[in-house]
């Protein structure tokens, strides 16, 4: 069983900051790519950054600059440094993470934070 627990949502203003984190826990085997993905009310879900195990980074056109990813892998662990943040920033957000338990490779979700950005 392997599950995904996010942390780290709220309500801020606008300009202001949150650090989302994501911690991986159970039969883990290996951990490859991590991600965040956000869902607003009437949206389809987007991708927001995606890392892989080496490190690699990518992100939406609308957080660059403002939005860093990152990874303890020590820890199974990703994060989301959401700064400059923006009232259409307003949604719940998802980690994701493809993960080998046992014998199989399978994609994970958490089960979302909200994060809410006021004007």
């Known amino acids: 069983q392997v599950q995904l627990v996010e942390s780290g949502g709220g309500l801020v203003q606008a300009g202001g900051s949150l650090r989302l984190s994501c911690e991986a826990s159970g039969s883990i085997f290996n951990i490859n790519a991590m991600g965040w993905y956000r869902q607003a009310p009437g949206k389809q879900r987007e991708s927001v950054a995606l890392i892989t195990s080496g490190g690699s980074t990518n992100y939406a056109d609308s957080v660059k600059g403002r939005f860093t990813i990152s990874r303890d892998n020590a820890k199974n662990t990703v994060y989301l440094q959401m700064n400059s943040l923006k009232p259409e920033d307003t949604s719940v957000y998802y980690c994701?993470?493809?993960?080998?338990?046992?014998?199989?490779?399978?994609?994970?979700w958490g089960q979302g934070t909200q994060v809410t950005v006021s004007s």
């Open positions: 994701n993470a493809r993960i080998r338990s046992y014998l199989r490779w399978n994609d994970y």
